[in-house]
Structure formats: structure tokens, C-alpha cells
């Protein structure tokens, strides 16, 4: 995991649904790189073409509420976004993100569109490189900082397979 | 101090005392997941090492939001489920034609039962709360982890006690109670949090209203919506369940991060405006032109819903102005509407009745909206194009108010124009 990410901001609202970031009309496939072609492809169809690499998503309450999709975090990734940073997220969201890797900051950051961010995940700020403001947040709690410092959900599950083929090998 | 419901659920599971806010590797008695959200959990399962056995039993596999299949890619997607259940040899795969929506299924077939900890690749398998199951909605990783080792990390929520007590007016129902509190404490109110119903209103309740309150715990933000099981539960479970059960309620000095009590009569028929399920009015408030009507989904697809639509709609037409579509939610409803003539009713009223699917409640397919498009549905979400165009406006009611509504070609509230 990279302690150090920065990125532009692209700036979203409160309660953006799971509907908004992938449609289910394009849940046909898990493969990241496709879904990202669909992202936001509703409220803001400009977004695949203005996504670039790294860029992170500042957002307000309730990023991903409502469908358990986890075509969302994907398609996210897919698109390029290093992480994102709302004022709070919805659950199921907020799991399959912790569960796939895709670093999610629960802070209330001032910026706007196009802002440089620099995220210190190790010393638990943000800074907007613009404004000069300093934000600061809580890190993860150790047994999800755990999975997300394995590199996701699945590098931890291969390990307790391992453990236990390990154990019934003996 | 005493322990919540859904402290001892987990607790059990997790073979240790457990408290709000903790995180624990508890064990999963089923693992769920749908044809949409089950293909990225078996390509995750593939990646484990070879000769990873999945915990057969545990799984249950139900297509149902894009079958039967709507095109190519979607018959792909199916084919790949049942692929998955031939090859690990998943007793509990429900094909087309033998199943229908996924959480009716899961308590029709007897997966659900009070105390089982239960979680599932979609949003709305909170529903089994209502029979005192711990039950909350996963991703399609976790998924696949789940049929690796059976086990899950889970933070153990803090509850909000929701009480309502007194009578219900005519026409007013379940999905009222939990849309009049979804619209007092918006949609991230429940947040992280399990919703734990209690009063005279509740235990009055049919099952199947109450399975719609656990069932849009989600649309507050809420991680359960559990209601205490009663003889009700024991007496639909009698032959339908799997297994032993044993029943688990909250002590009376568990610890509640918030107390609310409504009173029933404050409840009138509740409708959810565009475009979250907080924006509520009551019915007769909402004047607005429909050209669709939808009743049916997990939210409200039983053969109770379809009985009280069919109630008003017997011996009448809808407006001409207006296509009502009426899915029953499993084969099972189906049957009992037809037994009872309920689906002759609809037929006669020019309603289009087609078998289970999740369909056009997730805008999929069967009675997707056109640009401007406005229904009224049972359904439990009216985010921004939820239905099909991004212009297009969804209305969640209770089904008196839709069949109704889709008689007066507007929505309104039953009690002004029955």
C-alpha cells in the first residue's frame, strides 16, 4: 500500500447512490475497465473523459448508499481514482471498498474541482495544496487497516487457505 | 449492561461476548448471492488456490435480477451461476421457473430463521429480520471468501429502538411505518446501525408487512431491521425451516444509541418522492400524473401485496393513460395469486402480470421509463434513474396506494377516492 497519494479532486455532492456510479443496466460484467466506461455515465457522462489517472473523489455524506454492487468500488478503480474522501460513507460500500483495496478517508475536506490533494496515510492528513489548509482524519481500525495493508480481502483469505492446508498437511 | 439482539447473534457466531463497536470474524450460516453479483464472487473464488473447496452447504445461488435472461451478455452471466453449481455441486441453486426474488426465496425455502446470522451479495437482504435472523447485505469479494472459509469480519452495530404502537388506518401498511420513518431520519439515520421494532403496531403486523420494514432498513443507512420473532414466525417456519432454531431477543437493559415512538395514528398512506426514499409526503399530498404503475419486488411482491392491489382493482380497468405491471415475487405467490383468482383480477383490470423477477425495479428490463416518465411503485428505491432514463421519476407507495393511483391515472391516496 502507498503511504503517499496525490491527486486532482473531482467533487461530488451528499447520497450519491451506487445507481449513479454504475447503472444496473451495466452490471453484466466485474471487470473493472468496462464498468469504468459506464461511471457516472447518468448524472455526469463527462466523467470518463475528464478522469485521469490518481485523481481522487471528495465527496459529502453517504458516498455509495444504496445497492450492494460491488461493480461501484470497481468501476471507480477501473477509472483511475486512488481513493476517496467523503464526510461519511454508506456501509456496504465502505466494506467492498476496504474488501477490494480501494482506500476510503472519512473527512470533511474543503476543496474544490481540480484541487492538488496530498494524502499522508501513515500520519493520517490531507493537504490542500491550493488553500495550504491541513485536514486530518482517524486512521482505519487495526483489523481493517490489516486487510487493506495486504492489498485487499483475498490476499488475506489465500493466507488462512494457506494456514489451514498448512495445518491439515501436518 | 445487557446485550442487544444483534450483539448475541454475532456473538454466538463468533463463539464470544461481543459489544457494539468491536470487530469479529463471526461464523455465516448462509452465504447468498444473486446472477448480478454472484458472477465477480465465483471469478474470486477461481483465484484461491487450487483445490479450494467452497462450503457447499452454506451457499445458496438465486438468479433473479436479470432472468429470465434479457440478452447476451445477461445469459452469460446466468450460465455462469449455474456453471459454478454444477461443478462444486451447490444443492441450492434456484433455477428459472422454480425460484423467483431473492429474499422472499430464502425465507419461503426455509434458509431463514431466528438466530442464524445470514448475509447476502444484495442491499436488501436485511428482510430476514423480521424473523429474527441477524441478516445484513455483503459485496461479491466477501462472497466468494465466505464459500472459502465460511467466516466473515463484521463490526457489531450499535441499535436504535423504534417503537409504534395504536391502529393503523385503513389502507395503511408496513411499507408506510418504515418510509414515515425513513422520511423523519433520512437516509443515512440508521447508519452502521441495526433498527429494532417494537410496540402494539408491529406484533399486529402480517409477516409479510413486516418483512418490507427489515427490508428497507438499508434505504436509512441501517445495517439490520430486526423485529423480535413471535408465534407468527414459529408458525410460518413450522414447515418450511431447515434445521433447529432458537429464538434470541435483546434484554430489556440492552443499550439503544437512540429510542423513537411513533404513533400509528400519525401514519398515513406515505409516498417517496424523487430521489431519495426520505423524501416523503403523505399520498394525498402528491398529485402528480403516472404512466406506470409497478407492484412487486422484495419489498412488496407477496401474496398479502397482491391481494390488497387486487381488492381494489376487482371488477374495475386501470386508467387507459396508465400500463400497470404486476410480478409476484416468487413461484410460490404466483401459484397462490393464481389459486385465487387474484391474477385473473389483474388481467381483467389490463394489468400486464409476468413471472418473478427483480426486473424493472433496478431498471433492468420489463418496464423500463422513458425520458419524463413518471411510477408509482412498491418498490424501495427512487434514486436517479433507477427505473431507466436518467429523466425518468420513480414514486415508492404501499400497493393500495399504486392500484389506486394506476385506477385514477394520478397518485393518490386510497382513502380519498375508495
Not at chain 1, 485536514?135 to 485487499?152: D, H, N, Q, R, S
Not at chain 2, 436504535?160 to 389502507?171: A, Q, R
Amino acid at each position: 500500500m502507498k503511504e503517499v497519494l496525490e491527486g486532482r479532486v473531482i467533487l461530488f455532492g451528499d447520497n450519491v447512490d451506487t445507481d449513479q456510479i454504475i447503472p444496473a443496466e451495466f452490471l453484466t460484467t466485474g471487470d473493472p475497465k468496462e464498468l469504468a466506461k459506464n461511471a457516472f455515465i447518468k448524472v455526469r457522462p463527462e466523467f470518463k473523459n475528464i478522469v485521469q489517472d490518481g485523481d481522487i473523489i471528495v465527496a459529502g455524506r453517504n458516498f455509495g448508499c444504496g445497492s450492494s454492487r460491488e461493480h461501484a468500488p470497481r468501476a471507480l478503480m477501473g477509472a483511475g481514482i486512488s481513493c476517496v474522501v467523503a464526510k461519511s460513507f454508506a456501509r456496504i460500500f465502505f466494506r467492498n471498498s476496504i474488501n477490494l483495496g480501494l482506500t476510503l478517508i472519512e473527512c470533511d475536506v474543503k476543496a474544490n474541482e481540480g484541487d492538488k490533494l496530498i494524502v499522508d496515510l501513515k500520519r493520517g492528513t490531507i493537504k490542500n495544496i491550493r488553500s495550504g489548509e491541513i485536514f486530518e482524519f482517524k486512521p482505519l481500525p487495526a483489523f481493517l487497516l490489516k486487510i487493506v495493508e495486504k492489498g485487499g480481502l483475498m490476499e488475506y483469505v489465500k493466507e488462512v487457505l494457506n494456514e489451514k492446508n498448512s495445518y491439515n498437511a501436518r | 449492561m445487557g446485550k442487544t439482539i444483534s450483539e448475541k447473534i454475532i456473538g454466538n457466531k463468533a463463539r464470544d461476548v461481543v459489544e457494539a463497536g468491536q470487530i469479529v470474524e463471526a461464523n455465516v450460516d448462509y452465504v447468498m448471492v444473486n446472477d448480478v453479483t454472484g458472477l465477480p464472487a465465483f471469478e474470486q473464488f477461481e483465484k484461491f488456490p487450487k483445490g479450494t473447496k467452497p462450503y457447499s452447504e452454506k451457499i445458496v445461488l438465486i438468479p433473479d435480477h436479470y432472468v429470465p435472461n434479457k440478452d447476451v451478455a445477461s445469459a452469460e452471466q446466468a450460465k455462469r451461476m449455474r456453471d459454478f453449481a454444477k461443478k462444486y455441486n451447490i444443492k441450492n441453486y434456484f433455477e428459472v421457473g422454480r425460484g423467483g426474488v431473492c429474499h422472499q426465496l430464502m425465507i419461503e425455502k426455509g434458509f431463514v430463521a431466528p438466530g442464524r446470522l445470514i448475509v447476502g451479495a444484495d442491499s436488501h437482504t436485511c428482510s430476514y429480520g423480521a424473523l429474527g435472523a441477524f441478516s445484513t447485505g455483503i459485496g461479491s469479494t466477501e462472497a466468494a471468501a465466505i464459500m472459502a472459509i465460511g467466516k466473515l469480519w463484521l463490526k457489531v452495530p450499535d441499535s436504535i429502538k423504534i417503537t409504534v404502537n395504536g391502529k393503523l388506518d385503513n389502507y395503511v401498511y408496513g411499507k408506510d411505518i418504515i418510509l414515515h420513518v425513513i422520511g423523519d431520519i433520512g437516509v443515512e439515520g440508521a447508519l452502521y446501525q441495526t433498527m429494532e421494532y417494537y410496540g402494539n403496531t408491529i406484533e399486529n403486523l402480517t409477516l409479510s408487512d413486516r418483512i418490507t420494514i427489515s427490508n428497507m432498513a438499508i434505504e436509512a443507512g441501517g445495517k439490520a431491521g430486526i423485529i423480535p420473532p413471535d408465534e407468527k414466525v414459529f408458525e410460518y417456519l413450522r414447515d418450511r425451516v431447515r434445521g433447529n432454531y432458537t429464538p434470541i431477543y435483546s434484554d430489556k437493559d440492552a443499550y439503544y444509541l437512540q429510542e423513537l415512538k411513533y404513533d400509528a395514528v400519525d401514519i398515513p398512506p406515505t409516498v417517496a418522492k424523487p430521489f431519495l426514499p426520505s423524501n416523503t409526503s403523505p399520498a394525498s399530498e402528491v398529485d402528480v400524473k403516472i404512466d406506470q404503475a409497478y407492484l412487486g419486488s422484495c419489498t412488496n411482491g407477496r401474496i398479502e401485496d397482491l391481494r390488497i392491489a387486487a381488492k381494489i382493482l376487482k371488477g374495475k380497468k386501470i386508467n387507459p393513460e396508465v400500463r400497470m405491471i404486476v410480478v409476484p415475487a416468487t413461484k410460490e405467490v404466483f401459484n397462490q395469486a393464481l389459486k385465487e383468482g387474484l391474477i385473473e383480477i389483474f388481467e381483467n383490470a389490463d394489468c400486464f402480470v409476468c413471472g418473478p423477477t427483480c426486473g424493472a425495479c433496478l431498471g433492468g428490463y420489463m418496464g423500463i421509463l422513458a425520458d419524463g416518465e413518471k411510477c408509482v411503485a412498491t418498490t424501495n428505491r427512487n434514486f436517479i434513474g433507477r427505473m431507466g432514463h436518467k429523466n425518468s421519476e420513480v414514486y415508492l407507495a404501499n400497493p393500495a396506494v399504486v392500484a389506486a393511483s394506476a385506477i385514477e391515472g394520478r397518485i393518490v391516496d386510497p382513502r380519498e377516492v375508495l
